[in-house]
């Protein structure tokens, strides 16, 4: 093996962050675009259109989420085991969102009733809207820290509720993540349609480009002024067996900031977010949509990095018993499986983002009424 | 402790859902090679109704392809939702090939199906065709990874224990890839799926002929549906009985089990063909046997004997008890990890750890441990027979069915008089529905076979739960239940609806009642 495990272990918090943001980025606009379809389109025919933006590709995005959720629980499955446990019923409401997608894109226009496909764009709202919304109100509560703990075992017990998880840090971060989302939806949208699709969808990508950007701020003075924050107060030993319940850790407010204290290069990452967001603001204003869409996508790398740079080393942070606090140290797989996870990864990564900028390729170009009248029976 | 309740709540919604999501995979996996072979004859001929076909049964297999994703991100979720412990203590192994699956197979799959939908008017054929295949090949990776994964379940090879880690740790990568379980259960599943999709094709195409409509569409469908599923199903016994092979070897029990033997027969063992098992008496209290024929299915000799129920009751109670020991030494050496003597009595009988941990759905603590108990627990280990004895055998019978249907149905067809054959047709019409129940009878005796275990002789079922409240589990059961029997209202009612306007649906003017549905 040629990483160590420390440097093996610092990688998988990379990559979990690639393909984290990977997700945000391909799947997440179409969320943007299943979120703004009923807004944006006001009757079937642009519906249509605005549907088959995304048609020939949600399925293959879908599949960043997929392969997230998969490598965590490769590389970091006490992660898994605890959060997704944890947080059943905002996983399961994630999950019965997402249901609408595959069903409402492939059969909302095989039917011609419009009460059918009104459902089905309802659906697909729900399946575009819910799950930023929730990942929003997830990585809210993973700054706060999550009431769980562990027996000698290594069971997970988790001691909080569901609408425990609803408070207002968590909404914040919600708005935050949903804005993101669907602002980065609307450029692909505006970069993909014409005429009055496109116009309301600039409307809409400068509406929940500023929100994202207030709401970034929002959270980042909350951090700064508010009582959140943990630190490890033990020695950290970073090659040592992946054990959670070996060190201490002591809540610490404003402990969320010390990284950049100690490593002010980080900041880039917070200054990503924003230089992404205004940027993307301007190009799309200016009708620069592809532009807009690379700069929003940098955005998003800012927004989500952030999050994870703040909380370095900590990936769920226990709020009940802080000692058992899950971090890129102690909740890792052994150091064989992260490294051939980082081979199996570095080898088909590269071959995805190929064939997908081939598919997109070949799609290239707007959708118009013209190419729905065309394809009445082939087009979703 | 964890509550009976909670586990077997667990355990249905899993069973639900996971033989939910393969109503569907089947079908994908096998229609995708249908149409691989429809629109091959389409680049190789030029001939436009073999594009039709493709598009057609392209559109069936769209609609089955949405439910199968759509259900699919369900299980991926439920291991970490339902099944914690679980996730914690076999993640190290069971982890990477779902996540390799995603990267290798399902970006493929997905990624392709798009452009195989969309991209009719921008590719060229041999372009197109090329995405096709690339689909296909998508599709039947994924299957090989998730079956690497479920293979390493029933045999846990290439791992080993961590008392550091409270886990299962991988030691052998390539080990757990070329499982012999993985890869006979790879083959056979795979092989029933491409028998589901080709009785899909054969019996609507069947039901076109017996109404006398698209005959030439039909006919043509028919014969490839006849050609690829005698393949198929040829190579779903076959390989069914290799998978039989691996089992004698990996899961003695099971075998056991399916075959209601409960005593040790002299080498070579007889098959029964039809048994009454009496679980209480541990016998079969009638059986119909064939000399010979099992213990050549199961050890592929005269002379090596398979040990019947009874037998290895006996030593997996010896193992309980060792298993006690073993768990006891663990609670140990977790105080102590640096203890040399520990480490090294614990070692010797850490093999048997998985049967100390059957006991912890009795007893908190091992110091509480009793004969009785140890009697319990080794019973545990002996799967219910008669479930299994009788799903094994309608799974065979259906597949046999099968055979001879596909096999009439290839030789009329290398005849050329299969459509004046309303006898046949029929046939492959009502048959239609039973590729599913074999492949869902297949599947029980592989899970409830393993029981009481989600590892085979690692981690008992009963400790793999996450610790939710029963409250929450009725709950996701009862929204389970819910959104899939709507969306199955909604995906059979597409399914009737386009499979009965058949090639007219895609509004080519070329098909029956295309007037009639110009705008569907």
Redesign the interface.
């Given at each position: 093996m040629i990483f160590d495990y420390p440097t093996l272990k610092l990688i998988w918090w990379l990559l979990v962050g690639v393909l984290l943001v990977g997700f945000a980025i391909m799947d997440g606009h179409d969320m943007g675009v299943g979120t703004l379809l009923p807004f944006v389109g006001k009757n079937d025919e642009e519906r249509r259109v605005v549907i088959n933006t995304v048609?020939?590709?949600?399925?293959?995005n879908?599949?960043w989420?997929?392969?997230g959720?998969?490598?965590i629980?490769?590389?970091w499955?006490?992660v898994?085991?605890?959060?997704?446990?944890g947080f059943?019923?905002a996983?399961?409401a994630v999950?019965?969102a997402?249901?609408f997608?595959?069903?409402g894109?492939?059969?909302r226009s095989?039917?011609?009733n419009a009460t059918w496909r009104s459902t089905w764009d309802w659906g697909l709202f729900i399946g575009g809207a819910v799950p930023p919304l929730i990942f929003g109100v997830a990585f809210g509560n993973l700054l706060q820290g999550v009431p769980f703990h562990f027996d000698?075992?290594?069971?997970?017990?988790?001691t909080g509720s569901f609408w425990g998880l609803l408070n207002p840090f968590a909404l914040l971060a919600g708005v935050v993540s949903t804005a993101m989302i669907t602002f980065h939806g609307a450029i692909y949208l505006a970069h993909r349609t014409e005429g009055d699709i496109q116009r309301r969808s600039i409307t809409a990508a400068l509406i929940f480009g500023v929100l994202m950007l207030v709401g970034f701020t929002a959270a980042g003075l909350w951090i700064a002024n508010g009582s959140i924050g943990y630190a490890i107060t033990s020695a950290v030993d970073t090659a040592a067996?992946?054990?959670p319940l070996a060190k201490t850790v002591e809540l610490q407010p404003g402990a969320w900031l010390t990284n950049y204290d100690k490593a002010p290069l980080t900041m880039l990452v917070p200054a990503l977010g924003y230089a992404g967001g205004i940027a993307a603001l301007l190009l799309v204003w200016k009708g620069r949509t592809l532009a807009a869409f690379v700069a929003s996508s940098f955005a998003i790398v800012g927004v989500i990095g952030t999050a994870g740079v703040s909380m370095f080393p900590f990936v769920m942070p226990s709020s009940t018993v802080p000692g058992a606090s899950l971090t890129v140290w102690d909740a890792v797989?052994?150091h064989?499986?992260l490294g051939?996870?980082f081979w199996?990864?570095l080898i088909?990564?590269p071959i995805?983002v190929a064939?997908?900028s081939w598919?997109y390729k070949?799609?290239a170009g707007k959708v118009t009424a013209a190419y729905i009248r065309e394809n009445?029976?082939?087009?979703y | 402790m964890v509550s009976e309740q909670l586990v077997d709540l667990s355990r249905l919604q899993f069973a639900a859902t996971a033989m939910y999501h393969f109503l569907f995979v089947p079908l994908t996996l096998g229609m995708v090679w249908m149409l691989v072979i429809m629109e091959s004859v389409y680049v190789m001929t030029g001939k436009t109704i073999y594009k039709d076909m493709t598009r057609f049964w392209g559109k069936l297999f769209g609609i089955n392809f949405a439910l199968g994703v759509t259900t699919g991100i369900t299980l991926e979720f439920q291991f970490g939702t339902n099944w914690a412990y679980y996730s914690h203590y076999v993640g190290d192994i069971f982890g990477a090939p779902l996540a390799i699956e995603g990267l290798m197979a399902f970006f493929l799959e997905s990624t392709f199906i798009g452009l195989f939908f969309f991209g009719w008017d921008r590719l060229s054929r041999q372009q197109h065709l090329l995405v096709t295949i690339l689909m296909a090949v998508g599709t039947n990776l994924s299957a090989l990874w998730i079956l690497i994964a479920n293979g390493w379940m029933q045999n846990p090879v290439g791992s080993e224990f961590s008392y550091e880690t409270m886990r299962m740790e991988l030691t052998d990568f390539w080990a757990v890839v070329f499982n012999p379980v993985a890869q006979g259960k790879f083959v056979h599943t795979v092989s029933a799926g491409y028998v589901t999709g080709a009785m899909f094709v054969l019996s609507i195409s069947a039901w076109y002929l017996l109404r006398g409509r698209d005959v030439e569409f039909a006919k043509r469908s028919f014969r490839i549906a006849a050609a690829f599923g005698f393949a198929s199903i040829c190579s779903v016994i076959v390989l069914g009985d290799e998978s039989g092979y691996a089992l004698g070897e990996a899961q003695q029990t099971k075998l056991a089990a399916m075959e209601a033997m409960w005593e040790t027969e002299p080498a070579p063992a007889s098959f029964n063909v039809i048994a009454l098992p009496n679980e209480a008496g541990m016998k079969n209290d009638f059986a119909i046997h064939i000399p010979w024929v099992m213990g050549l299915i199961g050890t592929r000799s005269l002379d090596k004997e398979l040990p019947g129920l009874n037998q290895i009751y006996a030593l997996n109670r010896e193992r309980v008890t060792v298993g006690v020991e073993a768990v006891k030494l663990l609670e140990a050496l977790r105080k102590n990890p640096q203890d040399a003597a520990l480490r090294e009595a614990f070692d010797k009988v850490k093999a048997d750890l998985g049967f100390g941990l059957l006991l912890k759905k009795y007893v908190a603590s091992m110091d509480d441990v009793t004969p009785e108990l140890i009697d319990r627990a080794a019973r545990d280990t002996l799967p219910k027979v008669a479930p299994l004895f009788w799903t094994f055998r309608i799974m065979v019978a259906l597949g046999f069915a099968m055979l001879a249907l596909f096999g009439l149905a290839l030789w009329y067809s290398i005849k050329g008089d299969f459509a004046q054959r309303p006898w046949l047709l029929k046939w492959a019409l009502w048959f239609l529905p039973m590729p599913w129940l074999a492949c869902e009878m297949g599947w029980f005796v592989a899970e409830y076979g393993r029981q009481p275990w989600t590892i085979y002789g690692v981690l008992p079922t009963h400790l793999s739960v996450s610790t939710l409240t029963v409250e929450s589990l009725y709950g996701s059961l009862a929204g389970f239940v819910g959104f899939y029997t709507l969306l199955l209202i909604v995906e059979m009612y597409l399914m009737v609806k386009f499979a009965r306007q058949g090639p007219g649906s895609l509004g080519t003017g070329r098909y029956m009642n295309e007037t009639h549905h110009a705008h569907a």
């Open positions: 048609g020939p590709h949600w399925d293959g879908q599949v989420f997929i392969t959720g998969g490598a629980f490769a590389a499955p006490i898994y085991a605890t959060a997704f446990s059943y019923w996983m399961l999950l019965w997402l249901f997608r595959p069903v894109f492939d059969y095989k039917i011609h000698d075992t290594l069971v997970p017990y988790y067996l992946p054990n797989s052994s064989r499986t051939i996870m199996a990864t088909f990564m995805i064939y997908t598919a070949v799609m009445e029976h082939s087009a | -």
